[in-house]
């Protein structure tokens, strides 16, 4: 009887095991990742980028008009960072500065390329936007898990704070 039950116990076993790993995630769409101040605007992928870091792009948007403020306090306005290419779409954040203090951090495109970057960016970027506002730089902790869109979006926002002068 004991033999019986152990070869019934492992048969089960092996069949929950491989019905587990059958299992699919499920897939669906992601609503956009809510920022800073806003909500995300994501753009297609982009083909073929190559490359296993992320670079700058040559169709990066432009800087939206930041203007300096005349008395002397620092940088006031918007100041777009260059797209970077990751190996799962691109990543681009904006930076809203008052008086030479970051205010704000929006992602305006994310790594896209399937539901599992878009699932990956939609939980790392709120993290990135906090500590990037609580240190007031881009020099923070990546996102474990999302090392190739953390990479992206501390060099888009290096390149918004050079922009900004900050």
């Known amino acids: 009887m004991a033999v019986r039950r152990t070869a019934v116990l492992t048969a089960s076993t092996v069949a929950g095991i491989v019905l587990l790993l059958g299992l699919k995630p499920h897939q669906s769409t992601l609503p956009a ?6 909500s995300t605007a994501v753009a297609p992928p982009v083909s073929g980028s190559g490359s296993s870091r992320p670079s700058p792009s040559s169709n990066s948007r432009g800087s ?6 005349s008395g002397g306090g620092g940088a006031t306005g ?4 260059a797209v970077m290419q990751t ?3 691109p990543m681009q954040v904006e ?7 970051m205010t704000g951090v929006r992602a305006l495109q994310t790594p896209n390329d399937s539901g599992r970057s ?12 906090r500590e990037a506002l609580a240190a007031q730089s881009a020099q923070i902790q990546a996102v474990s898990g999302a090392s190739y869109t953390s990479e992206g979006y501390m060099q888009s926002l290096q390149s918004a704070l050079d922009k900004a002068g900050a």
Request: proline share 5%; charged share 10%; no cysteine.
């Open 95 to 101: 930076a809203t500065f008052s008086h030479g203090r």
């Open 33 to 38: 990742i809510a920022g800073s101040g806003g």
């Open 64 to 69: 939206k008009g930041g203007k300096r403020s």
């Open 118 to 129: 878009q699932s990956i960016a939609a939980s790392s970027v709120p993290t990135l936007t």
């Open 78 to 81: 918007t100041y777009a960072g």
């Open 87 to 89: 190996p799962y779409g």
